[in-house]
């Protein structure tokens, strides 16, 4: 498969700062149709401002972020969730005063061209626990419901591409191989996910593709596979 001429997001040198601090240093990489791309590093290598920067949440100082050819560097991030891309963050964000019902609807919008549909029973599917608290409000659940409820309402929104940001931090075994699960049909159904996994057994598992991100730039691009047998890389890059 040829990555460029058949990319869905292009980010092309993409550069940002949080004031003067600089972080991203020309990050670029492409994400296709149907894959599971992570982004794998040590805390601090860049993963999480990368997709705040696709998301609008940062401005870029410079560079390209292309949605099907579309420009979306310096767009206001309703305008690029809209567009197609959504994003569950790190912190979850739940709306507490609000039932898992009503925050589910929160995130519903009219589908892009080519995107799947998602709905609410598919939601329940894979996750039986938020059914069950349907009528709870989000801010009293635990912080794996909290996970699960985030990750089905950025759905709902019937993305092209879906940016998940640790979504297995603190979670039980048992959610953890519920969300594994999930992203994988997600790729399934024809949504393209780019993952932040602290978990390297996680992330190896579910991607197709695996970016290592070294001081604000991608240091290795390739297959699960090969970056496993590289263990000069596993120890200069991701062993803590």
């Known amino acids: 498969m040829n990555a460029v001429s058949e990319s869905l997001l292009s980010i092309e040198a993409l550069h940002a700062h949080y004031g003067k601090s600089h972080i991203l240093h020309g990050v670029s990489f492409q994400v296709v149709r149907n ?8 805390n601090g290598s860049g993963r999480s401002t990368t997709m705040k920067s696709i998301m609008g949440l940062v401005r870029p100082s410079s560079g390209h972020i292309r949605l099907q050819g579309r420009e979306l560097a310096g767009a206001r991030p309703y305008a690029i969730c809209r567009a197609g891309i959504a994003y569950v ?6 709306f507490a005063n609000l039932t898992v019902d009503e925050n589910l609807r929160m ?11 998602w709905t609410v029973e598919k939601m329940f599917d894979y996750f039986p ?49 519920q969300v594994g699960e999930c992203i994988k049909d997600m790729r399934e159904k024809g949504v393209s996910v780019v993952l932040v996994e602290q978990k390297l057994a996680i992330a190896l598992k579910v991607s197709t593709r695996v970016c290592v991100m070294g001081h604000g730039n ?21 062993a803590v």
Do not use: H
């Not at 991608?218 to 991701?238: C, H, M, N, R, Y």
């Open 35 to 42: 894959e599971v791309i992570s982004l794998l590093g040590r």
């Open 89 to 94: 963050p790190e912190e979850r964000e739940v």
């Open 107 to 117: 995130g519903e919008q009219p589908a892009v061209t080519g995107a799947y549909q």
């Open 129 to 177: 626990r938020l059914k069950e608290r349907r009528n709870t409000k989000a801010g009293s659940m635990s912080g794996g419901e909290q996970q699960m409820l985030t990750i089905c309402r950025s759905l709902l929104g019937n993305p092209l591409v879906i940016l998940i940001d640790e979504p297995t931090e603190g979670l039980a075994p048992k959610i953890v191989t």
């Open 218 to 238: 991608i240091v290795f691009e390739g297959t699960p596979e090969e970056l496993a047998s590289d263990k000069q890389l596993l120890t200069e890059w991701l």
